[in-house]
């Protein structure tokens, strides 16, 4: 067993010219981009939250006890999401799903990112079954941060339009 | 299998010595942090949290004490007495599992939340000295199955019920309710409060701080333990789910403290 660990340390690290630190903590079975977003996570951070061009959508898996915030910067006039930043406390599945998340969102249409499918998440990581949740998570934080700022910019504008969209968001 | 395994590689007077090594809710993250080590609590949070179809129903004492109306020890031949037959007291077999026993029958308790946990580290350790697999070793094969299973159910029981969040969980699967989440939270209250805890934890200058969290988060779990013992009482599931909720991310914060200390 040990052999085996210290192989596979050896193996990395001959193979790759450097050790990364949570490469012998995950499992095996992660896929090597769950380790890469995991390990250096894309857009970790947090924008202004009562910045009126930024939506945040906060979300959590009850059975597992995560939480996840992502944040996108919305260009107001061309519907583009111009920055997004994402907090995870979770396991690594998580943090590489919303770390994806946050990527693929940037530089995208608001009506073009909530088409995001957790499914398309968790191909691209090869989530196994029983993590599928957690891309689950990225998804609805997705659509929760555009549903926040749709909010904020019904209530802004104060359109007849948007603002019963707004309430019934709301509601 | 594995909890054979596991059992074989402890001696019975080290268990008798010791509690069975109590990871906590380390099944709600096992998935999550999966590089836990593989322990004895957290395969057998998979039997019973990770079957999804687990049969609620096998749970009812009615029908367990239906099926133990002539149940005889499948060694001596002897009557069992009353529903709770996991040991033949005559020829002192080990007899074999059964589901429908829940684990508050094995522990001769009423199915309630609020039970003396401080009592039940004796009767564990009063199991383990009839169902332990070490004291069938010369016996045949199918007895060191029996005890395998049997003393493997009863670490399961001892350590749901002896944990408060875990005894909420169980509880209601008992009533049939499946607390299995798989839907998303979006309580902005609950989980900015999280967010902000998360952060803290995370921002922990030093042990001192991590500590008075920690004593934060007892505060928030005795509290939403018992109001999930009001909202159970009152059978009110939606409440009493609310409160196993709670629970669970303060539980969780824990964990993340005690990884830290």
């Not at chain 2, 709600?28 to 322990?39: A, D, I, L, M």
């Not at chain 2, 001892?158 to 005894?167: A, D, G, I």
Request: glycine content about 4%; proline content about 4%; some cysteine.
């Amino acid at each position: 067993m040990l052999r085996l660990v210290s192989k596979k340390v050896l193996g990395l690290a001959s193979q790759e010219g450097l050790v990364s630190r949570p490469v012998q903590v995950l499992p095996r079975m992660y896929h090597e981009r769950v380790i890469d977003h995991y390990d250096k996570p894309r857009n970790v951070g947090s924008l202004d939250k009562n910045d009126p061009t930024v939506g945040t959508g906060l979300v959590g898996a009850p059975a597992c006890g995560d939480v996840m915030k992502l944040q996108i910067k919305v260009d107001e006039v061309t519907g583009k999401i111009v920055d997004a930043r994402f907090k995870t406390f979770g396991c690594g599945s998580a943090i590489a799903s919303s770390s994806v998340a946050s990527e693929w969102v940037k530089g995208k249409q608001l009506e073009e990112v909530v088409t995001i499918k957790n499914t398309e998440i968790a191909k691209y990581l090869s989530l196994p079954p029983v993590k599928l949740h957690c891309s689950m998570l990225a998804e609805d934080a997705i659509k929760a941060a555009v549903k926040d700022y749709e909010a904020k910019r019904a209530k802004s504008n104060g359109s007849a339009t948007a603002a019963p969209a707004a309430k019934a968001a709301e509601a | 299998m594995w909890k054979s395994k596991v059992w074989n590689l402890t001696l019975l007077s080290t268990i008798l010595r010791r509690r069975p090594t109590l990871l906590s809710i380390s099944h709600f993250q096992s998935n999550s942090t999966s590089h836990f080590p593989p322990t004895i609590s957290r395969t057998s949070y998979f039997d019973f949290l990770g079957n999804p179809n687990f049969p609620g129903k096998t749970f009812c004492s009615e029908s367990a004490e239906k099926s133990h109306v002539h149940v005889r020890c499948w060694s001596c031949g002897n009557v069992a007495n009353g529903s709770l037959f996991l040991f033949c007291d005559s020829c002192r077999s080990i007899q074999p599992l059964d589901q429908s026993v829940d684990y508050f029958q094995i522990f001769g308790l009423e199915r309630k939340y609020d039970i003396g946990v401080e009592n039940l580290e004796g009767k564990y350790k009063d199991w383990q000295k009839k169902l332990h697999p070490d004291l069938v070793h010369s016996k045949s094969e199918k007895e060191r199955g029996f005890a395998a299973e049997q003393s493997a159910r009863v670490i399961d029981a001892y350590c749901t019920l002896s944990k408060p969040l875990l005894r909420a969980i169980y509880i209601m699967r008992l009533e049939g309710v499946d607390v299995d989440e798989e839907e998303t939270l979006s309580d902005p209250e609950l989980l900015s409060e999280i967010l902000e805890i998360r952060e803290a934890v995370e921002e922990a200058a030093d042990s001192q701080e991590l500590n008075q969290i920690q004593s934060q988060m007892q505060e928030k779990l005795d509290h939403w333990s018992s109001s999930f013992a009001n909202a159970f009482q009152c059978r009110k599931f939606e409440e009493a789910l609310n409160s196993i909720r709670r629970m669970t991310y303060y539980h969780r914060v824990n964990e993340e403290i005690v990884k830290k200390l």
